[in-house]
């Protein structure tokens, strides 16, 4: 009986797939770095021509009538200076409480002290 010998095991093949794959890759890199050299250089010129030109002349200062919502919120402003005079009036009448509560507190604390002496003895 014949055997067949087994092959010994070589290195593969030189694949021109692989080193075609291995230069587009290389030339892919590349071809960015260039761009991205070009759009930062463009970019720093654009910087640079904007620092050369004279400023342009001042606007005229904008006025609050010139905006749109200016009625509404001159219409805001009233309805707000409103409702702090009534938190001031509110303010005011919490004041005169507190100071007729704490009358009051001394009222019965003198009370409290008459009924204790009139009736406190007798007992």
Known sequence: MYRRRRQPAREPAFSF???L???????????????????GARAYGM??????ETPAAPLAEPKPADDPMHPEVARTELAL???????????????????????????????????????GEGK
């Open 21 to 39: 794959d291995v230069v587009t890759n290389v030339v892919g890199i590349i071809v960015r770095l260039i761009l991205v050299a070009w759009v």
């Open 81 to 119: 200076a409103e409702a702090r005079k009534q938190l001031l009036a509110r303010m005011q009448e919490l004041r005169e409480m507190e100071g007729k509560k704490a009358q009051t507190g001394e009222a019965i604390a003198a009370l409290a002290e008459l009924i204790d002496d009139k009736f």
């Open 17 to 19: 797939d692989s080193f």
């Open 47 to 52: 910087l640079q021509a904007g620092a050369d």
